[in-house]
C-alpha cells in the first residue's frame, strides 16, 4: 500500500469521503462534494495515479493512491463515493459493505441483475446506506415536476411523456457490450417514469430501429438500436410514453410532461442563459441547449450528493437506494425483451421484480441462493 499526502488545510467536516475514481465523473462528484458542508474527501484514488494526485491537489484531498482499496479500508473513511467503470462497481460496493463503509454508487450498480441483488443484500446485511447515483431526480426541473404530481397541483395524474435525445452518437466501442440503448440511455427515462408515477409498473412495450449510426447494426440485440419508443403501463392503466435517440444535433433535448386531471406541467431543455435573439429571419434563444451532460446536469450532481450526505448526518434512508437502481435495470431488460420479441412484457415476468417489491424490500435474504435462483430463471 502506497499513500501519498500534500499538506492542505481542511475545516473538519462530518462524513470523510473516499473517492474511487478520479476520471470524468469523479471530478464530478469532487466538485458537488465541495458544495457539501457535510462532507469533507479525505482520499482518492485511480489506476493512473497522477490523475489521482492532480484532482488531490485541485480539491484540497490530504491523500490519494492509485489502489481502491486502500479508499475502502481507509480507518477514517465514513463513505465512499464509487466513480470507477461499471464493471468494478458490483465487487467494490461489496468489499465497501464488508469495511462497514457507506456507499455512492454511479449507476449502474452492477452490470448484471444477479450481481446487482448481491451488492444490495450486502449492504443491507452489513447495515450501510447504498445510493444509486440516477441524478436525473435531483434535477431542480424534473423534481418540480414530481412536486406538482405530489401536491396535486395538477390534479390525478393520467400521463406522463418524456424525451432524451443525446447531441452525437456515443463511439461504437462504448455501445459494445453495453446492454443497448435501454440499458446506457433510457435507464434514465424509465427510472424517471417510476419516479413521478410513484408507483411500480406492471408492463412495458417497446421497439427500437437504427437511423444514425449504421456501424452499430452489426451488433446483437438493442445495441443495434440508436432510435426508441417505450411505453410503460402503471397502475391504473396510466402510460409513460418514452423516446430516445442518440442523435440531437442541436443540443441534449431532455424533457418532461405530466399531464392530470387539472392541468399540465412541462420542463423545457436548459441553456446556458435566458437570452433571446430577435433578428428579421429569426426570434428565439440566442444560444443553443446545453450539448454536454456535465454541463445540463451540474445542479443536479450537487443536490444528490447533498441529499445522499443529508441522509447520512440525519440517519434518513437513502434518497434513491439500491433498489431503485435495480428496479431501473429490469425496467431496461424488460425493454430490450419487449423489442426483441415484439410483445408487451409483463414486469412480473421476471423474477427480481418479485423480489424488490417484496415488503422485505430485496433485504437479508440469500444473496447467492437468491442471485442462482435468479439468474436459473431467466
Known amino acids: ?39 469533507k474527501p479525505i482520499i482518492i484514488s485511480n489506476p493512473t495515479v497522477s490523475k489521482a494526485q492532480a484532482a488531490a491537489e485541485k480539491y484540497n484531498v490530504p491523500e490519494w493512491t492509485a489502489n481502491a482499496d486502500d479508499v475502502i479500508n481507509h480507518p477514517d473513511v465514513d ?42 443484500n ?42 432524451s435525445r443525446d447531441p452525437s452518437p456515443p463511439p461504437f466501442q462504448y455501445v459494445k457490450g453495453g446492454g443497448g440503448i435501454f440499458c446506457d440511455m433510457a435507464v434514465h427515462d424509465l427510472d424517471m417514469s417510476r419516479f413521478l408515477m410513484g408507483s411500480e409498473p406492471k408492463k412495458i412495450l417497446a421497439v427500437g430501429s437504427c437511423h444514425i449510426d449504421k456501424s452499430i ?19 391504473g392503466g396510466r402510460t409513460a410514453t418514452i423516446d430516445v435517440c442518440r442523435q440531437a444535433p442541436y443540443g441534449y433535448d431532455q424533457r418532461a410532461e405530466a399531464l392530470g386531471t387539472k392541468g399540465m406541467i412541462l420542463t423545457d431543455n436548459m441553456y446556458p442563459n435566458t437570452a433571446r435573439l430577435y433578428l428579421k429571419d429569426f426570434t428565439g434563444n440566442a444560444d443553443m441547449p446545453f450539448d454536454f451532460f456535465m454541463s445540463r446536469y451540474k445542479e443536479a450532481y450537487i ?4 441529499a445522499f450526505c443529508k441522509a447520512l448526518v440525519e440517519d434518513l434512508p437513502s434518497p434513491c437506494s439500491g433498489e431503485d437502481g435495480l428496479m ?35 433485504k437479508i435474504i440469500d444473496p447467492i441462493e437468491f442471485a442462482l435462483e435468479a439468474t436459473h430463471n431467466l
Open 217 to 235: 447494426k452489426t451488433l446483437p440485440g438493442p445495441e443495434a438500436y440508436d432510435t426508441a419508443t417505450i411505453i410503460v403501463e402503471y397502475e
Open 79 to 120: 463513505a465512499v463515493w464509487i466513480c470507477s467503470p461499471s464493471s468494478f462497481h458490483a465487487d467494490q460496493i461489496k468489499a465497501c459493505a464488508k469495511a462497514g463503509k457507506h456507499v455512492f454508487c454511479e449507476k449502474p450498480i452492477a452490470t448484471d441483475m444477479a450481481e446487482t441483488i448481491e451488492a444490495i
Open 1 to 39: 500500500m502506497e499513500l501519498h499526502h500534500c499538506r492542505v488545510e481542511t475545516s473538519m467536516k462530518v462524513i470523510n469521503v473516499g473517492v474511487i475514481g478520479a476520471g470524468r465523473i469523479g471530478i464530478v462528484h469532487l466538485e458537488a462534494l465541495a458544495s457539501c458542508a457535510d462532507a
Open 328 to 362: 431501473a435495470l429490469i425496467m431496461s431488460v424488460a425493454a430490450g425483451m419487449s423489442a426483441e420479441q415484439n410483445r408487451w412484457v409483463e414486469f412480473s415476468e421476471i423474477p427480481e421484480v418479485r423480489a424488490c417489491t417484496d415488503p422485505a424490500h430485496c
Open 303 to 306: 443536490q444528490e450528493t447533498l
Open 122 to 163: 450486502a449492504c443491507a446485511a452489513a447495515n450501510v446506506k447504498l445510493m444509486t447515483a440516477l441524478q436525473r431526480r435531483f434535477d431542480p426541473n424534473f423534481a418540480r415536476v414530481r412536486q406538482a404530481i405530489e401536491a396535486g397541483e395538477v390534479g390525478e395524474l393520467v400521463q406522463v411523456k418524456l424525451c
